[in-house]
Each structure stands twice: as structure tokens, then as C-alpha cells.
Nanobody, 113 residues
Framework: QVQLVESGGGLVQPGGSLRLSCAAS????????MGWYRQAPGKERELVAR???????NYADSVKGRFTISRDNAKKAVYLEMNGLRPEDTAVYYC???????WGKGTLVTVSS
């Protein structure tokens, strides 16, 4: 069993930055690929970025060059550094253990002036 808790969301102006954190408890995360997903109002949930156990990363085209995913296995944490935020980045952001049923409850990011 893994419990995931996201934090760090909020209201930010276009062009601003936020750092999301995902804290895991109940089990180690080091063997697993971890991901950040997001769901905007009226849209499907989509993969934003993922990071493999060895540190390899993949990003959605829409966030490449602006977002950075990282992990600290000792702290059982995953992070998403978001820069150059745009109104279209507004969504609830979720942490997920890929290929599992483990999801966090999400943290809301709102990009607006």
C-alpha cells in the first residue's frame, strides 16, 4: 500500500512558477516509475511528466522546457518544478505510481492574472 499526498498548488500569475511536492507513505517508491498527471475542467486526465526508478524522464510536449520532474527516494518524494506557467496549465495535478491504482487526491494549480 502506498499513500500519496500532493502539495504546493495555488494561484499564480502567467509566467510565474510553482513547485509541487508528492509525499509517499506506507511503502518505498524507489522501484517504481512515478508520474504527475493533470486534469483541467471538462478535459481528460493527462500525463504531464514521469520519472523512472533510475531517473530517466519523459514530458508531455506542452510542458517540455518549462517543467522539471525529480525524485528523492530517501525522502519518498517526487517533485514537479513548473516555470513559465500559462493559463492553459490550470488544472488539478495528481501524483501517481504508474501501472498501479495508487493516486493522490490532487492539488489545484490556477494560472490567472
Amino acid at each position: 500500500q502506498v499513500q500519496l499526498v500532493e502539495s504546493g498548488g495555488g494561484l499564480v500569475q502567467p509566467g510565474g512558477s510553482l513547485r509541487l511536492s508528492c509525499a509517499a507513505s506506507g511503502s518505498i517508491i524507489s522501484p517504481y516509475t512515478m508520474g504527475w498527471y493533470r486534469q483541467a475542467p471538462g478535459k481528460e486526465r493527462e500525463l504531464v511528466a514521469r520519472i523512472a526508478s533510475f531517473g530517466g524522464t519523459n514530458y508531455a510536449d506542452s510542458v517540455k522546457g518549462r517543467f522539471t520532474i525529480s525524485r528523492d527516494n530517501a525522502k519518498k518524494a517526487v517533485y514537479l518544478e513548473m516555470n513559465g506557467l500559462r493559463p492553459e496549465d490550470t488544472a488539478v495535478y495528481y501524483c501517481h505510481v504508474l501501472n498501479s491504482n495508487y493516486w493522490g487526491k490532487g492539488t489545484l494549480v490556477t494560472v490567472s492574472s
